[in-house]
């Protein structure tokens, strides 16, 4: 036991040497959460990845440091949601599925004082992953800004940019990150933080604005099933004139 | 009248022989209309260009037929909405403003028979171009099936290029066009209609997901009218994995 704590310590201490922020990625054992814990890592944020099963989320958080091999000096921990909240020091990424966003929402909001919340989910149909069912309140960004009051910082984005990208580590992720949220600070810092990743990251307004970019994403899973076009993994892009590229 | 008459006739044979359609733009005299004449012309489609006022669309379309300047055999030929909807061999494209969308449909609803209805149409909120106001049946595409009866091809397409890119003629549109609608063949139809301009175009499925696409648009606007982004007249791409490009 001494020498596990002794561990930790050593290990904590590393990762606050190199990193400069610690990150929770809730859900973060699900494929999505997995690859933006490698990358945020990489990037040098170190991640408490959040599970509701603390004991899982410990062990895939160090088959992830393993994955990362000397890549980063950022540490990635395991641990129950509640946990990584608090190991959070200023945002807590959300990548649950629909199904259990409103639920883990809930569970943590009493923690979330001044934090910044953002939310990955995408409300796909539940037969249909090539449609939106959007909740009453329009996207499941304004849902949670619902479901945590006003008074919280909800910022929506990551929606478009596919788990197989996140995880391929050596290709860069050349897709852009939409983000929106009704607080412009909380959102201009969220896209700050995105595009540690080396990804261009946009604010794109208001929270509203969440029921057009979560929408893209079964857009992108039709495209992707479809024997029409042939690729894979799409995501989305801003294009700006006078630009080529494919 | 002998010799106009003559006139009309020798431009209609050269454009029947050296274009294989002619298509429709109603709204044809606003930038987009203008701009996406002139594209369709250079890609042999002929256009007729409608208006409300025939007249004004004649004086227009021979303005456009001159800024073509022989890169086209195509021709573009102005009259009103009604004697262009009855020009079209199959698709009537509509670009009107949003404020006049529901009366162009319905004053054309009785000349649609047996063609594709393609809206081009973003309900842009009146007061702020970077806000939807969606009508009640949730885009414009689904409220032109609403208006027209569930008989009726419409397909929701070309929403999110913009008038200055259509009309930048030297430069090739290399931004993406993301169609939508309930009728499969129609919509495969638009989109290789849309290919022609040299452009990538994907069948996106149902016009439910118009709601996404059109919403596309202000959140474009938005950023072009941004001074944290350095561009303008942006545009939307599908990003395929293991491609770069901006």
Redesign the interface.
């Known amino acids: 036991m001494t020498l596990l704590a002794a561990g930790v310590t050593k290990r904590s201490k590393r990762s606050y040497m190199n990193s400069d922020t610690t990150i929770a990625i809730l859900g973060g054992t699900g494929p999505q959460g997995q690859g933006l814990a490698l990358r945020f890592a990489i990037a040098g944020v170190s991640v408490a990845l959040g599970s509701r099963d603390g004991d899982r989320a410990a062990a895939i958080a160090e088959e992830l440091n393993k994955k990362l091999n000397g890549r980063s000096e950022a540490h990635i921990h395991g641990c129950d949601n509640l946990g990584a909240v608090d190991a959070a020091e200023q945002f807590v990424l959300v990548a649950v599925p629909y199904a259990g966003h409103d639920a883990t929402l809930a569970a943590i909001k009493s923690r979330l004082s001044g934090k910044v919340l953002v939310d990955l989910v995408v409300p796909l149909a539940a037969a249909n992953p ?2 939106v069912a959007m909740p009453k309140e329009g996207s499941a960004t304004e849902a949670a800004q619902a479901l945590l009051g006003s008074e919280m910082k909800v910022v929506g984005a990551l929606h478009n940019v ?1 788990a ?2 996140l995880n ?1 580590l050596d ?2 992720i ?3 990150i ?1 983000a929106c949220g009704d607080d412009l600070e909380a959102t201009d810092a969220a896209v700050d933080l995105i595009k540690r990743l080396g990804v261009e990251a ?4 208001p929270a ?2 969440a ?3 979560e ?2 994403t ?3 899973i ?2 992707n099933m ?1 024997k ?2 042939p ?16």
Chains 1, 2 share one sequence.
């Not at 946009?202 to 307004?205: L, S, T, V």
């Not at 690729?231 to 494919?246: C, D, E, L, Q, T």
Request: with cysteine; hydrophobic share 35%.
């Open positions: 090539r449609a596919s197989h990208t391929a290709e860069k050349n897709c852009d939409l946009y604010n794109c307004g509203v604005n029921r057009c970019i929408a893209i079964p857009i992108l039709r495209l479809s029409k076009v690729f894979s993994h799409a995501g989305i892009r801003i294009w700006r004139p006078g630009h080529s590229g494919v």
